[in-house]
């Protein structure tokens, strides 16, 4: 358990202690899912930059008078052919990997907001309610995870 979330000693109880955990690793995983997700796009249109660059370089500039030819010339190369696997593959890979962004980011959320509607029962003692504001500011300091409302 995180050391943060250890320390909220009597401001809750162990069961809540452990909703806010799972928040938490919910959170870090929609991040990495995240990063991840960026880095693809990025990856993916610098090899389609490349792909396009080298084409020009090697069919349209030589073999811009015909058609035909540049066709020709691009069949004949073996290297359009691993270009296009690696562009489709990268493109393919940023797309499974937006999937799963979306579904932890759904799951971070849905769980955020269970926090929020049952805030009630989750502090039920005066003093627990009372003190929640410290839960809910130490979750937004440590791992900026908002409590207070429903809203991204």
């Known amino acids: 358990m995180e050391s943060p979330i250890k320390l909220l000693d009597d401001k809750t109880d162990p069961a809540t202690k452990q909703i806010l955990e799972n928040v938490v690793k919910r959170k870090r995983k929609f991040e990495l899912y995240k990063k991840r997700h960026t880095a693809t796009i990025w990856v993916t249109i610098s090899i389609v930059s490349l792909f396009f660059l080298y084409l020009y370089f090697t069919?349209?500039?030589?073999?811009?008078?015909?058609?035909?030819?540049?066709?020709?010339?691009?069949?004949?190369?073996?290297?359009?052919?691993?270009?296009?696997?690696?562009?489709?593959?990268?493109?393919?890979?940023?797309?499974?990997?937006?999937?799963?962004?979306?579904?932890?980011?759904?799951?971070?959320?849905?769980?955020?907001?269970?926090?929020?509607?049952?805030s009630k029962d989750l502090w039920r003692k005066e003093d627990a309610w009372k003190n929640r504001h410290l839960v809910f500011e130490m979750m937004k300091k440590n791992y900026d995870i908002n409590l207070y409302h429903e809203k991204k």
């Open 59 to 118: 069919i349209a500039s030589n073999y811009s008078y015909s058609f035909a030819a540049m066709f020709s010339a691009f069949v004949n190369d073996t290297n359009n052919l691993t270009f296009l696997a690696a562009t489709v593959g990268m493109y393919g890979y940023m797309n499974l990997l937006k999937g799963k962004k979306e579904k932890a980011e759904k799951e971070f959320h849905d769980l955020r907001c269970e926090i929020v509607d049952r």
